[in-house]
Structure formats: structure tokens, C-alpha cells
């Protein structure tokens, strides 16, 4: 997508100079959306995959660099079985049905989160679409799945320690950047806007390092509703503020 083009999608009342690189997303609601309607709760996630590609295409439209979707926590393990089996089922089959669009759309995708612990079948399409995708220069899209930021941070710590322990780096070596080098979100930049749907006023374990100084919008919007008009609202919430990272603007 071209700057030219991007600049003909964005609505007139949003500052190309002020979007946001990287867009976070908690998708909360699908359930509830679907019980509103007297709906099983797994034609929500349906529907919630809808909502996400149109998010990635408005991304794209819009000039935003990097897009994080929160997929599948680690405590969403607590859910009933079946919607638990449905849900990896769903990932793989989107993953295998759009991929090749993808591809066309120039989208790099990349997973984050204990892959290892996902049901092989659905391990290799991850692996299949990162490769595949890998040389894209389009925009990036971050599919955090069975995700959990104080499980990152547990694990960065741990391989950190291994590696004073075995005496390949000093206690003085550990900073800032080796910890993050150690995260599941090594070489992306920190989100600058995070938006939740459903009206949850809270992290739920999400990206907790790298929300460091980002901004955070909460709609009432159920996610699978969430559409462009909506997210032309929080682009515009994000823009009218100050960000100064802890420091005062002269």
C-alpha cells in the first residue's frame, strides 16, 4: 500500500504524522456477542475473525506499521474443552485459508507466545505461514497465542540467569535491552496504542513490559463490532494526547 493510496483511505480528520506504528488489540467479547444474540459462543469467534482482518486491512490503509492481536492467553486454558478444541481448530483453518492472501497483501506474520504447547498440526501451519511470509515487506501482524506476559518475562529472566551462570556475561551486562532481546517480542518495537473492546479496564496479562508507556483505549464495543468507524475513534483519542514518557514538554 502505497503512502499515496493510504493517505486517500484515511479519514480527513485523523494526522498522518500522529498514527500510531504499532496497534496492540485485546479482542474481548465474542461471547458475549454471540449471547446477545442467542448465538453459540463459537459463531462469535467466528465473527471476531472477521473484525481482525478488517482491523489488518484498515491498519494497512491507514500507514500503521505493526499490528499485535491478543489470540489465545494462557489462561484461556480454563475454558470448557470444546470451545478450547474449536478455537485451535479455527486458528489452523483461517491460517491455511488465508494465507495466500496474505501473501498477495504483502502481510509479514509472526506468532508469539509458548508455541510449544499448541497441537502440532496447528505448530506446523504456524511454522508454514511464518516462513512463508517471512520476506514481506508489507505490514506486520503479531498473533500472540497461548500468550502470557508474566510467563515472557519469567522465561526471559530464567535464560538470562542460565546464561550468568554458565559465565557467558556479567550481572553488570544485564540491562534493559538483553531482557528484551530475551522476550517473545524481540525486534519489534513497543506498542503506542493498545485498544481493548468490551469495556474491561485492564491488561489480563498482555504485553506488561512493552505497554511500558503506551496508551491505552477502552471502547464498550463488543469485538466482534469493532470496525473501522471505531477504530477511526480511538485513532482520534490517541491523537489529541500528550505523550511525554514520563518527562514535561517546555
Known sequence: MSVQQSLIELPFDLDQQRIPAHVAVIMDGNGRWAKNRGLPRIVGHQKGV???KDLL???DDWGVKVLTAYAFSTENWGRPAHEVEFLMT???????RELEEMMAENVKIRFIGDLKALPESLQAEIAHSMEKTANN???QFNIATNYGS??????ACQAIASLVKEEKIQLN???????ENHLYTKGLISPDLLIRTS???RLSNFLLWQMAYGEIYVTQTLWPDF??????????????????????NQ
Open 50 to 52: 472477521d473484525a481482525l
Open 57 to 59: 486491512r484498515c491498519c
Open 90 to 96: 479455527l486458528f489452523e483453518r483461517v491460517l491455511r
Open 137 to 139: 515487506k508489507g505490514i
Open 150 to 155: 508474566r510467563q515472557e518475562i519469567l522465561y
Open 173 to 179: 551486562d544485564i540491562n534493559e535491552e538483553l531482557l
Open 199 to 201: 469495556g474491561e479496564m
Open 227 to 248: 470496525n473501522r468507524q471505531e477504530f477511526r475513534q480511538a485513532l482520534l483519542d490517541y491523537q489529541k494526547r500528550d505523550r511525554r514518557f514520563g518527562k514535561l
